[in-house]
């Protein structure tokens, strides 16, 4: 379990707040009545895997899967393109996204479903074109805040989900896709949270014969209140073995 420690100023919810657009215009008596709050991130995968069983995507294991959002056709037309360039397979690239919204103003955007990032070999055009992928594996974390009577302000429990272990004629280990999803969140009167996504990089952990993708990911998110904003991340590392590590 790991924590992270920044600090917040908070309402208690008081609608004069709203419309005090300098915090000189706000009383004494109203500034006492806010305080500095702690947030907590902690992974929480034991606790919601029960609850949410990941249905495994069918086209990852069928000939006939096609590449989603990458825009390339069914796999037994893809593989007839592996001859127009030469594949790479210790240069590893993230073909897929690269940023995107998770949560905007406490509030999930439709898009995240379609935001996948990969590390795959140079001049692969879908991850499909790989083999032998494991079955896809997801890790829970949940960040909060809570005001000093520890009642919880904001709440965000998101799952990443990870589909490693392909390999390209027997050679090397990749990372298919990664995606981020909202689970559960609110946030309390005069809270705003903000969440985004995003690859800092993809390398190979390997050797050039036996390569290995490793990609590092970042949560980034801000929580204002019509004081204060604080933004802060959390960072994974996955590698095309399925090892998943906090950072």
């Known amino acids: 379990m790991k924590f992270l420690t920044i600090i917040v100023l908070a309402s208690l ?38 609850k949410n069983k990941f249905k495994l995507e069918k086209s990852a294991y069928t000939s006939q899967a096609t590449a989603g959002d990458i825009g390339v056709g069914p ?3 893809v593989i007839g393109q592996l001859t127009q360039a030469e594949i790479i397979v210790d240069k590893i690239i993230n073909i897929g996204t690269k940023i995107w919204t998770v949560l905007e103003k406490g509030k999930p955007v439709a898009s995240f479903q379609k935001a996948k ?19 896809p594996q997801s890790k829970y974390y949940e960040i909060t805040y809570k005001n000093v009577y520890g009642v919880e302000v904001a709440k965000l429990v998101y799952k ?3 589909l490693s272990g392909g390999s390209y004629k027997g050679q090397g280990k990749y990372i298919g896709y990664v995606s981020v999803e909202p689970q559960e969140f609110k946030t309390a009167y005069m809270y705003t949270f903000n969440v985004q996504a995003a690859v800092e990089s993809v390398y190979n952990k390997g050797t050039s014969e036996n390569p290995l993708a490793g990609m590092i990911i970042n949560i980034n998110w801000t929580v204002s209140t019509v004081l204060k904003t604080e933004t802060q991340s959390y960072s994974y ?8 590590s906090a950072l």
Do not use: C
């Open 160 to 162: 990443i989900i990870y």
């Open 13 to 50: 919810a008081l609608p004069i707040l709203a419309n005090a657009a300098d915090p000189r215009d706000i009383s004494q008596e109203m500034m006492d009545q806010l305080t500095p709050l702690n947030v907590e991130v902690r992974d929480v995968t034991e606790k919601y895997q029960n």
């Open 117 to 135: 990032a990969n590390a795959v070999p140079q001049n692969i055009t879908a991850w499909q074109q790989l083999e032998g992928w494991k079955s």
């Open 237 to 244: 590392e996955i590698d095309g073995a399925g090892n998943f």
């Open 75 to 77: 796999l037994n037309q």
